[in-house]
């Protein structure tokens, strides 16, 4: 499967972001779901993930103040962080698992600062 996200740029402290990612797989259903991102110099890091049930989780960095979520019928994923911070600037990667295979979307940039 093929992923592609979107929605990231530049953006001032305080706002807010969704950024997606779609799929091209017609069972898009089956997979687990992850948001990572990678800032300058540090390690790929988990977001936020969300299971085939809906089950969420969220690292403590954006907890209480990002949601994922994901729409089967449209083969997307959403990431939304408010209050962002210029500690989030980063490359966020969309993570689709199945049966043990992991596919990576290529990214995308958000940088915040004013």
């Known amino acids: 499967v093929q992923l592609k996200e979107s929605g990231g740029g530049l953006v001032q402290p305080g706002e807010s972001l969704r950024l997606s990612c779609t799929a091209d797989?017609?069972?898009?259903?089956?997979?687990?779901l992850g948001w990572f991102r990678q800032a300058p110099n540090k390690q790929r890091e988990l977001v936020a993930s969300i299971t085939t049930d809906g089950d969420t989780v969220y690292a403590d960095s954006v907890k209480g103040r990002s949601t994922i979520a994901r729409d089967n019928a449209k083969n997307t994923v959403y990431l939304e962080i408010n209050h962002l911070k210029p500690d989030d600037t980063a490359v966020y990667y969309c993570?689709?698992?199945?049966?043990?295979?992991?596919?990576w979307g290529q990214g995308t940039l958000v940088i915040v600062s004013s």
């Open positions: 993570l689709g698992t199945a049966d043990g295979v992991e596919n």
């Open positions: 797989d017609k069972i898009f259903s089956i997979y687990h």
